[in-house]
């Protein structure tokens, strides 16, 4: 008899880490025909018709009914609050869980995503797991104390698991989020060459890339300072770094790529065009920049 997995994580058909990274997870395990998987769909309003699109059962986190009486009942400088918590499913999460009566629950998100899960009478009573996001030092003291209190406890990064195993919680451990194998392989030579020469970069230039939401608690400033370094240390190696991310949110980026005297021809970035979909690496300029290739104006 196959076991009822309830899977809450990202929407699979969502276009987010977490939503690509479900669809990998649950095609896989769904292909497996070894249990009958629920998916409580993180920031999916009930009823969405896509919801129908996947071969598994799918449901939606966010009741707006719920969510218009709670607002009714407190004040405005509460609303944002209420919204996040929907969209975590905090409102439905619970009613969802007795619904399906799961015998193994899977909570993939960042840590804060769902606070005090380890604290309710039904968590241990099934198989509970948390597979979270730690992405930096030092651990968020809530997500160590969750750790303490979850039987199965499972990071995406090695350096988390090595420091919650030395604050002395041996039994977390690594387990990374799943990759779709079929989009990421190496590409022949031919083709890395003729990419190279359509975007101007040498055949010659070492390229490293980093693909990264513009946060202050993401490490550019390290990750420059780094590039930079590696450049001293290898002064005949022509080298290059692209930043897949939002120049305008968190970092002031020039300012850091000034500030660590890095040349501002060896930062290279992502445009995609609004229009035609077609993408280009090159030197950083702004946003809404006209596209060489289907001559559409402000759309990359």
């Known amino acids: 008899m196959k076991k009822t997995l309830f899977i809450a994580t990202d929407n699979a058909l969502a276009k987010t880490g977490f939503g690509r990274s479900a669809r990998s997870l649950i095609e896989y395990l769904y292909k497996l025909d070894r249990y009958n998987i629920v998916h409580f769909c993180i920031g999916t309003v009930v009823g969405d018709p896509n919801l129908d699109r996947t071969p598994w059962r799918s449901i939606g986190s966010v009741d707006p009914n719920i969510v218009g009486q709670l607002?009714?009942?407190?004040?405005?400088?509460?609303?944002?609050?209420?919204?996040?918590?929907?969209?975590?499913?905090?409102?439905?999460?619970?009613?969802?869980?007795?619904e399906v009566k799961p015998q193994i629950a899977w909570f993939v998100q960042d840590p804060w995503a769902f606070p005090d899960l380890e604290n309710r009478d039904w968590f241990n009573k099934i198989t509970s797991v948390f597979s979270v996001t730690l992405d930096s030092l030092p651990l968020l003291p809530s997500a160590v104390n969750v750790c303490s209190k979850s039987k199965h406890y499972w990071l995406?990064?090695?350096?988390?698991?090595?420091?919650?195993?030395?604050?002395?919680?041996?039994?977390?451990?690594?387990?990374?989020?799943?990759?779709?194998?079929?989009?990421?392989?190496?590409?022949?030579?031919?083709?890395?060459?003729?990419?190279?020469?359509?975007?101007?970069?040498?055949?010659?230039?070492?390229?490293?890339?980093?693909?990264?939401?513009?946060?202050?608690?993401?490490?550019a400033p390290q990750l420059l300072i780094g590039f930079k370094q590696f450049q001293k240390e290898n002064p005949t190696i022509n080298a290059k770094l692209v930043l897949f991310c939002n120049w305008f949110e968190g970092w002031d980026l020039p300012g850091l790529i000034k500030e660590n005297g890095i040349?501002?021809?060896?930062?290279?970035?992502?445009?995609?065009?609004?229009?035609?979909?077609?993408?280009?690496?090159?030197?950083?300029?702004?946003?809404?920049?006209?596209?060489?290739?289907?001559?559409?104006?402000?759309?990359?």
């Open 156 to 219: 995406w990064a090695d350096f988390a698991t090595k420091e919650l195993h030395r604050l002395g919680h041996k039994h977390a451990r690594t387990v990374r989020g799943p990759l779709e194998t079929k989009h990421f392989y190496r590409l022949p030579d031919s083709k890395r060459r003729e990419l190279r020469q359509s975007f101007g970069i040498p055949q010659d230039a070492f390229v490293g890339g980093f693909v990264f939401r513009n946060q202050l608690r993401k490490s």
């Open 71 to 98: 607002k009714q009942q407190n004040p405005s400088q509460h609303h944002d609050q209420i919204d996040r918590l929907a969209g975590y499913g905090h409102y439905t999460l619970e009613n969802a869980l007795r």
């Open 263 to 300: 040349n501002n021809n060896d930062i290279l970035t992502a445009y995609i065009c609004k229009a035609c979909g077609k993408y280009e690496v090159k030197l950083f300029a702004g946003n809404d920049l006209d596209c060489r290739f289907c001559h559409a104006q402000k759309s990359q």
